[in-house]
T-cell receptor
Framework: EPEVTQTPSHQVTQMGQEVILRCVPI?????FYWYRQILGQKVEFLVS????????KSEIFDDQFSVERPDGSNFTLKIRSTKLEDSAMYFC????????????FGPGTRLLVL | KNEVEQSPQNLTAQEGEFITINCSYS?????LHWLQQHPGGGIVSLFM???GKKKHGRLIATINIQEKHSSLHITASHPRDSAVYIC????????????FGQGTRLTINP
């Protein structure tokens, strides 16, 4: 069964460093999403992406964040200058164009900013 | 007011018990997700439903769109069912972002 994959599974970085989190969505899906979950808190929407542009973003998704689909398979989330409060689990999801309400989640990347 | 509310927040039961987790939401939706989050943090989608009832093995999910309420039931619970169960609702704003409940932490003791 096709699945969303994410790399790395864990990343530790120093405050102020740039990180890139990678996702490979399901191949025929056209909508892509990033969510995050700070330890002990709810999962929160960050951004959705369609047709090579952001279609919606939350107030969390400020100028420090960017998303990109650099090739036909990867979907990346970049944090330019990490802060301690960026430590969280980051989930990628994808959905078909005609069934956007059904999202498939990746296993997550646990980011720790020191 | 939270858009998605789950109850209970924590639930501990003995193996074999029938489990019910509830989700109420305040926004208009087309469908609702039930997700399972394992102790390691990974999320697995259990159900997406827009009406009635769905069953998968020992898991049953029901939804009442008029009452804006959904329940997740586990029959013959087992310690491996121990996880956090999360209800999520898509907000119909073009890209269908999901709004999540706070999760219900289920522990099944042998």
């Amino acid at each position: 069964e096709p699945e969303v994959t994410q790399t790395p599974s864990h990343q530790v970085t120093q405050m102020g460093q740039e990180v890139i989190l990678r996702c490979v969505p399901i191949s025929n899906h056209l909508y892509f999403y990033w969510y995050r979950q700070i330890l002990g808190q709810k999962v929160e929407f960050l951004v959705s992406f369609y047709n090579n542009e952001i279609s919606e973003k939350s107030e969390i998704f400020d100028d420090q964040f960017s998303v990109e689909r650099p090739d036909g398979s990867n979907f990346t989330l970049k944090i330019r200058s990490t802060k301690l409060e960026d430590s969280a689990m980051y989930f990628c999801a994808s959905s078909e164009a005609t069934r956007r309400e059904t999202q498939y989640f990746g296993p997550g990347t646990r980011l720790l900013v020191l | 007011k939270n858009e998605v509310e789950q109850s209970p927040q924590n639930l501990t039961a003995q193996e074999g018990e029938f489990i019910t987790i509830n989700c109420s939401y305040s926004v208009g939706i087309s469908a609702l997700h039930w997700l399972q989050q394992h102790p390691g943090g990974g999320i697995v989608s259990l159900f997406m439903l827009s009406s009635g009832k769905k069953k998968h093995g020992r898991l049953i999910a029901t939804i009442n769109i008029q009452e804006k309420h959904s329940s997740l039931h586990i029959t013959a619970s087992h310690p491996r069912d121990s996880a956090v169960y999360i209800c999520a609702v898509p907000i119909i704003q073009g890209a269908q972002k999901l709004v999540f409940g706070q999760g219900t932490r289920l522990t099944i003791n042998p």
